[in-house]
């Protein structure tokens, strides 16, 4: 089982290379790729050192998946190379996420939509998938008629050079700017580039990633992404008006039952889901689960999960275990 992590050397990359191991994928040979500048440099799995190779080298390869987070640019460019030559492409970038042909994947919701001969899956945003996670079990029970979303989403989204930014501020140091404002001690709606309908693109991620996730081009969603000065996880308010009446307790089962989903939810005890508490795990956390009062057969909802983790390298990992496990490669 040849495998590529192609942006190896990203903070996303690096961790789909940890969580390889953690999992234990069974990984005979490690292709870790990256651009021309990170080429030769080294990176550590299962104790070895093992060397940066470029693209080009990871496709002439011919692993059995190239799994990528590498941009949606050079998605576009290298992973049709790497399907023609037969490997299974997973992406983590936006460039194939709404392409009618390509199944757009959470595995404990929709792994259905994988077909063999696929040779290329796209992951979902990260703000997506774990909203989704929470809604898939309600939206099957009680269907889901519309959304409204406000997401808290860590620096770690952005990457490496909004962590500095964030850091940089607190030490007092002037540095490389990756967003157009302060982030520390500050907050901004502001998320991705925005659109000529006043949206941004991270809002409109959410939109039409969710209706292909959970089936239904009916959901209507409206969102509004704001950054925040946070490591560990995105944290996302959402309302969810049903076609159906709902039972409260009924509800809370549901979400609890669902793989993957942890409720954590003791308002009492002061227990409720924080980045703090998702960082560097792979559940989804759901709290503050209350029936809207303004409204009939709307509730509340506050989701947070590790954006690097489940939003993104273990759920691709995800994707390649079941893959594998049912012989779709």
């Not at 992590?5 to 990203?10: D, F, R, S």
Request: with cysteine; charged share 20%.
């Amino acid at each position: 089982m040849k495998i590529s992590v192609v942006g190896a050397t990203g903070m996303v990359g690096r961790t789909m290379i940890r969580v390889l191991e953690e999992r234990n994928f069974p990984v005979t040979e490690l292709l870790p790729a990256a651009s021309e500048r990170s080429v030769g440099k080294e990176i550590t799995f299962r104790g070895k050192a093992v060397k940066v190779v470029s693209v080009q080298e990871a496709i002439d390869a011919k692993p059995v998946f190239a799994i990528f987070s590498a941009g949606a640019t050079a998605s576009k460019e290298w992973a049709p190379l790497f399907a023609a030559n037969g490997t299974v492409v997973i992406d983590n970038s936006s460039a194939w996420r709404m392409d009618p042909g390509v199944p757009l994947v959470v595995p404990e919701i929709n792994s259905h939509s994988i077909k063999k001969g696929d040779r290329i899956i796209a992951n979902p945003n990260c703000s997506t998938i774990q909203m989704v996670m929470a809604l898939a079990p309600l939206h099957k029970k009680y269907r889901i008629l519309r959304l409204v979303v406000a997401t808290y989403q860590s620096v770690t989204g952005t990457g490496v050079k909004a962590v500095a930014q964030m850091e940089n501020e607190r030490a007092g140091i002037k540095g490389e700017m990756a967003y157009p404002h302060p982030i520390d001690l500050n907050c901004f709606p502001h998320g991705g580039s925005f659109q000529a309908d006043g949206y941004t693109t991270e809002e409109q991620k959410l939109i039409d990633e969710t209706r292909k996730i959970l089936g239904d081009q009916s959901i209507m969603v409206t969102a509004t992404v704001v950054r925040i000065p946070v490591v560990g996880g995105h944290s996302e308010a959402v309302n969810i008006e049903f076609e159906n009446e709902y039972d409260i307790d009924e509800a809370r089962n549901l979400i609890s039952s669902f793989p993957g989903v942890v409720v954590y939810d003791n308002p009492a005890l002061n227990e409720y889901p924080m980045p703090q508490l998702a960082h560097n795990r792979d559940e989804v956390f759901v709290g503050r689960i209350r029936r809207d009062l303004s409204k009939e057969k709307c509730l509340n909802l506050w989701i947070v999960s590790d954006n690097i983790r489940k939003g993104a390298a273990t759920n691709a990992v995800q994707i390649a275990e079941f893959m594998a496990a049912n012989g779709l490669y």
